[in-house]
C-alpha cells in the first residue's frame, strides 16, 4: 500500500525572549493511502505546529516530512507553494472563502492558479458539487451560504486538484454539533468511497470516533495511537483519551 505522507523524526523549535519551546519532539509516524487519521491532543500539545509543518507552511528543524516521497524541506519557498496547492488540500476551522466569489468560483480558484483550464476542470467540478450536495448553491456567494455549506465549499476546494493527501484543522470548531457530525460523516465517506487520504487535527472525541485511527500528542511528542473502533461510544472514547494524556509515556507509532 502506497504512503502519501510519512514523517520521522520531526522537531520544531521556538524562541520567547531567551527561552526556547520545542513545540514537537522527534514525531514519527505514516498515514497509509486512503487512511482517515485524526490527531489528538490537549492544547499546547502541538497539533496546530504540526499540521503547519506537514502543510509546508513552516519548516521543521529537524526531520523530514515526505509527501508521496517527495521531501518538504528540499523544495524551496515557490516550489512548496506550488507543490502544496497541487498535492496537499487544507481545510482550516475558519473557512478562508474569498466573500466575492461564488461557491464554484472559490472551488476552482486553486485549481485555476495553477494555470488549468475550466473546460478541462468542469467534470470535476460537477462531480464535487453531487458528492458534496452543492449543486443547487454554486452560484450563492458565502455571506449566504450556511456554516455547514462553506465548509463543504473549503472541502471541494481542497479536492478540485486531487491531491495526495488532506489536512484539517479543527474544520468542526465553527460549527454547530448537528453540523459539525454531518461534515464528520463526510470525510468518513470520502475516505471510504473515493479512497481519500485524510488527516484531521481535533481536540473532540466526537469528531475523532469518526476516523480509522486516532494519534495523540502530549508535550509535544506522540504518546499512544489507537482505533476508535475499540472505543465506538464517543463518552468511551473520551474516557480513553483523557486516561492516556494523563498518564501515557511517548510509545513508537507504526503505518
Known amino acids: 500500500m502506497r504512503t502519501p505522507l510519512y514523517v520521522e523524526n520531526l522537531t520544531k523549535r521556538f ?3 531567551q527561552v526556547v519551546i520545542e513545540a514537537l519532539r ?5 498515514v497509509a493511502e486512503g487512511q482517515f487519521t485524526a490527531v489528538m491532543g490537549p492544547s499546547g500539545s502541538g497539533k496546530s505546529t504540526l499540521l503547519h509543518l506537514l502543510a509546508g507552511l513552516s519548516r521543521p528543524d529537524e526531520g523530514r516530512i515526505l509527501v508521496e516521497g517527495q521531501d518538504l524541506a528540499a523544495l524551496s519557498d515557490y516550489q512548496r507553494t506550488v507543490f502544496r496547492r497541487r498535492r496537499i488540500g487544507l481545510v482550516f476551522q475558519a473557512f478562508n472563502l474569498v ?3 461564488t461557491a464554484e468560483e472559490n472551488i476552482l480558484l486553486p485549481a485555476l492558479a495553477d494555470g488549468r483550464s475550466r473546460r478541462e476542470l468542469a467534470d470535476r467540478l460537477e462531480m ?3 458528492v458534496l450536495e452543492l449543486k443547487d448553491r454554486r452560484r450563492h456567494r458565502p455571506d449566504s451560504l450556511s456554516g455547514g455549506e462553506q465548509q ?5 476546494r481542497a479536492l478540485i486538484c486531487e491531491p495526495a493527501i488532506v489536512l484539517a484543522d479543527e474544520p468542526t470548531g465553527n460549527l454547530d454539533t448537528m453540523t459539525g457530525q454531518n461534515l464528520c460523516r463526510l470525510l468518513h465517506r ?15 472525541p466526537t469528531v475523532a470516533v469518526w476516523a480509522d485511527r486516532i494519534v495523540v500528542l502530549k508535550d509535544g ?3 499512544h495511537e489507537f482505533a476508535p473502533s475499540e472505543h465506538r461510544d464517543p463518552q468511551r472514547l473520551a474516557l480513553r483519551y ?3 494524556v494523563g498518564a501515557g509515556a511517548p510509545v513508537e507509532v507504526a503505518g
Open 221 to 223: 511528542q506522540i504518546v
Open 190 to 204: 470520502l475516505s471510504k468511497q473515493q479512497g481519500r487520504t485524510i488527516l484531521l487535527v481535533t481536540h473532540e
Open 242 to 244: 483523557q486516561e492516556i
Open 99 to 101: 466573500p466575492t466569489l
Open 152 to 156: 463543504r465549499v473549503a472541502i471541494a
Open 26 to 30: 522527534q514525531v514519527s509516524f505514516r
Open 128 to 130: 464535487l458539487l453531487e
Open 15 to 17: 524562541r520567547q525572549g
